[in-house]
C-alpha cells in the first residue's frame, strides 16, 4: 500500500504509519542496503520479519523524502539512530503495520500494537495496582492497550536498558478513541513528566511521545 496515516506534531517533529501490503521483493526495490544489511535481512527466518523490517525502513525514506542510502544504526542500549540525517526517530511495528516518528529537535518515542483480549492476564506484568485501579472495566482490553503503548513509547524515548516499564508510572486517565496522559519517568535520581498520546485505529493501538 503506502502510508495510511500522518500527524504532524509541529514543524519539525511527525509521524506516520505504513500498512503492509507489498512482498518482500517490492519492499526490498524501494530501498538501498549495504552488503551487511542485505546479509542480515537473509538471516530473517520468517516473512513477516522481513516486512516488518523492509516497511519501517521505506516508511522512513518516505518521511524523510530521500532515495539515498540512510545509514541506519543502534547504540548500545538498542536505540535506534541516523548517522547522516538530524533526526531522533522511533520505530515499531505490529502485524499489518509499520510506524514511524521523527524529529529534529527533540528525542521520540512511539509503540504500534494489535489488540488481543490475553492482555488482560498480563496487565499485572506492566502496572501497579493503583494504575489498574484506574482502567475502565467496560473499555478493559484497549484501556489496558492505551496503558501499554504509551509506557512502551515513553521506553523507546528514554533508550535506555535499565528501565523497566513499572519505572514508567501513569496518571490516572480515561479510555478515550483518542488521548492524552501524564507519565512520570523515575531515573536513579530524579523523575521525568511527560505528555504522552495514543490512538485507537483498526483494531491497534499506538502511543507516542516527544520531549
Known sequence: MAICFR??????TRLA?????????????????RESEEKLLQSFLHKKRKLHWLSARVLLAA?????????YRVDEHGKPYLVDFPYFISIS???AYAAVMISKTCPVGIDIEQMD????QLAHKFLSPAELSFVDINNRKAHLYACWCIKEAV?????????SLRDIQLSPFSYQQSARAKVNLANRDSVSCFDAYFETFDG???GYVWA
Open 17 to 33: 504509519i505504513w500498512k503492509i501490503e507489498e512482498s518482500v521483493e517490492v519492499l526490498r526495490s524501494q530501498i538501498q542496503l
Open 117 to 120: 483480549p490475553k492482555i488482560v
Open 93 to 95: 511495528h505490529s502485524v
Open 204 to 206: 491497534y493501538m499506538m
Open 63 to 71: 518521511m524523510l523524502n530521500t532515495k539515498e542510502y540512510i545509514e
Open 155 to 163: 521506553f523507546k524515548l528514554n533508550g535506555k536498558r535499565k528501565t
Open 7 to 12: 500527524k504532524e506534531i509541529d514543524q519539525d
